[in-house]
């Protein structure tokens, strides 16, 4: 394949190209990124799922007595005649290491002089891996904080660890407790932050936006049941959680707040989904009740953005937080072209949003969650969870879309094998339970048609991005875990997103080929030695856009041979230097990431040079993606 791209034309590319979307699917906040490691800690699960009781005492949920208006509910332990307290196995267990600080706190209530013990114990052998004792300040009719520090003396074998919570009776007792909590050490040291390992995850990807809180968990199954920013506001105890639409409870301690210090710690800008009165039983929100859903937008973006003067920008400050945050990008609802909602969408609910949102803010610039409805100047999201062949089929189906409408990209996948017909998706055919590397390919060979329309493209996340291994209700993901981070794996998707990410074309350039596109598929533009996130966006070249990039991807291949590709750039001279990265799956198209095997993917790199006319010769295999990267200093 011959190619010779053009040192001029092209367009600007969105500086966004490369992101990650969130919701609370596959316990990815709880049992997932949120660190806090005791399970049904406030038993919002309306259950005592996660405890037992330890010795011979009992536990019995209580309402009596409740701990603030949001966590109604407790546990009452009732000692028998030795020690008497309570168990969490964590979220499918618990890591414990050595080299880490434990820091945990309960409530109690009623009235005990003696001290509690809190540890970590292996649930093999018993072995205690940390404890400590805590003096009683717990009183009859009332309820009590009380902090600890766990250091454990050993690091556990594997996570099959429990939380214990003791104390030793003079006689019967009776002690309630609630919010019983516990962190292991988190990403950037924040108090209720995230998992370290899974937020250098999301690091190395290195992103440039956070759909939050993307996905069908934002619209709620019923009326009621949405995602509501104020309730996953402030303290602990006044957050009540909520059945999450994957059916297990969200506490909420990841909350809106939370998503903000996450944003801030990986440096991107965020999307900020608002509900939009669509709920999954196919309800929507009857024109004249729309103003309440709006005014709610409103006040979140004036909760997140306003100064400290207006109502909500003060809530903020009183919570802790005084410097306003940006919001520059709002996408109103969640596949709003679905479960029956698309009419009221377009002929009334983003309308709505819209001007209502713009009127108080110009400059925030809105999504609308479908490909198809365009209201005024907002953009658009594109979903498809599809097979490796279609995929493929979709690298023009951006070619022609208008760019005053910008697309994300807001959730793909390749989730099922081909069939031999080009079809999208049956969602009844069995999904592969891991990514395998046809189906990245064809990603690849997508993503790279995105990035070939990127001045209609504003950018491209994965979805669903984590995964608890041990509960989950979609597969494939991006990455997978349990509470052991010796499992934490990356699929086979994940070094593709992670190469196109750190290779940011900042300007397209036109190519020719004779070849045309399949089995090659490419797109050329310039970009600089340093690319990564955050080049400032519609600039154009500049003196730092001071290389070229060409992206590529070989997809079915009918040849034996590998496919010899010579590219030449305009203006770039004999004996430029050029760095060839190519991605390849020795064991073929079925590779795949487990825990078990954590690298299907080989990575090689070559060093090359500009022949007499500048081009640049090299040959890649079928099932292959690369980056080449040329001149620079
Ligand atoms: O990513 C999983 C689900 O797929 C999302 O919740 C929804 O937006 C889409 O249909």
Redesign the pocket.
């Known amino acids: 394949v011959t190619l010779s791209v053009a040192n001029s034309g092209g367009h600007p590319t969105s500086p966004y190209m490369y992101g990650i979307m969130f919701?609370d699917?596959n316990q990815s906040g709880d049992g997932g990124l949120y660190a806090e490691l005791i399970s049904n800690r406030a038993f919002q699960n309306q259950s005592l799922k996660s405890w037992s009781p330890v010795g011979d005492s009992t536990l019995e949920l209580d309402t009596s007595t409740p701990l603030s208006w949001a966590l109604p509910r407790s546990v009452r332990v009732k000692s028998g005649k030795g020690k008497a307290g309570l168990k969490n196995s964590g979220y499918w267990g618990i890591n414990v290491k050595k080299t880490d600080t434990y820091t945990g706190s309960f409530y109690s209530y009623g009235e005990y002089k003696g001290s509690f013990t809190a540890s970590l114990v292996s649930d093999i052998t018993n072995e205690t891996l940390a404890t400590t004792k805590i003096k009683s300040k717990s009183v009859a009719d009332a309820w009590t904080q009380h902090e600890f520090e766990l250091h454990p003396t050993k690091s556990a074998a594997n996570s099959n660890n429990s939380f214990v919570l003791e104390f030793r009776p003079c006689h019967e007792t009776e002690l309630k407790f609630n919010l019983i909590s516990l962190f292991p050490p988190t990403y950037n040291n924040r108090p209720n932050g995230m998992r370290r390992d899974l937020m250098e995850k999301l690091r190395d990807l290195k992103p440039s936006f956070l759909r939050i809180p993307?996905?069908?968990?934002l619209e709620g199954n019923f009326a009621g049941n949405h995602w509501n920013w104020s309730v996953t506001l402030g303290p602990l105890t006044e957050r009540p959680g909520r059945m999450g639409v994957w059916e297990y409870e969200n506490t909420d301690g990841l909350g809106l707040v939370e998503y903000m210090h996450w944003a801030e710690d990986l440096d991107v800008d965020v999307v900020l989904g608002v509900a939009a009165g669509l709920y999954l039983n196919g309800d929507v929100v009857p024109e004249e009740d729309l103003d309440f859903f709006v005014q709610d937008a409103l006040n979140e973006l004036e909760f997140l953005t306003g100064d400290v003067s207006t109502p909500y920008g003060a809530l903020r400050a009183k919570l802790g937080y005084p410097k306003p945050w940006k919001i520059k990008y709002v996408e109103v609802g969640?596949?709003d072209n679905?479960w029956g909602g698309l009419d009221s969408y377009k002929s009334y609910r983003l309308k709505t949003f819209y001007d209502a949102i713009k009127a108080k803010y110009p400059d925030i610039f809105i999504f609308s969650s479908t490909d198809e409805v365009v209201y005024k100047e907002s953009g658009r999201d594109y979903?498809k969870?599809t097979r490796p062949d279609y995929s493929v089929s979709q690298f023009h189906l951006f070619d022609n879309w208008t760019a005053e409408h910008p697309v994300i990209i807001g959730?793909y996948a390749t989730i099922q094998n081909n069939t031999g017909k080009l079809e999208d998706t049956d969602w009844n055919a069995p999904k592969n339970a891991w990514s395998n590397w046809i189906g990245s390919v064809a990603e690849a060979v997508f993503l790279v048609g995105a990035e070939r329309n990127a001045d209609k493209i504003w950018g491209t996340c994965f979805?669903?991005l984590f995964q608890n291994l041990n509960n989950y209700q979609?597969a494939p993901d991006l990455i997978s875990y349990s509470a052991d981070p010796a499992d934490t794996t990356v699929s086979v998707s994940y070094p593709i997103i992670q190469l196109f990410s750190e290779h940011r074309i900042t300007h397209t350039l036109p190519g020719v080929s004779s070849d045309g596109f399949g089995p090659l598929y490419w797109a050329a533009g310039r970009g600089s030695a340093s690319s990564g996130h955050g080049h400032h966006p519609g600039k154009g070249p500049s003196a730092k856009d001071d290389t070229y990039i060409l992206k590529a991807a070989v997809y079915n291949s009918t040849a034996s041979e590998d496919v010899p590709v010579s590219v030449r750039f305009e203006g770039l001279r004999e004996g430029s230097p050029a760095t060839l990265t190519v991605l390849t799956a020795p064991e073929g198209p079925w590779a795949k990431n487990t825990p078990d095997h954590k690298d299907a993917v080989k990575k090689t790199i070559t060093r090359l040079r500009a022949g007499k006319g500048g081009e640049i010769e090299f040959s890649l295999p079928d099932l292959s993606v690369a980056v080449l990267v040329a001149g620079g200093k």
Do not use: F, K, S, T
């Open positions: 919701e699917i993307g996905g069908n968990n969640n596949e679905l979903h969870y959730e979805a669903p979609w």
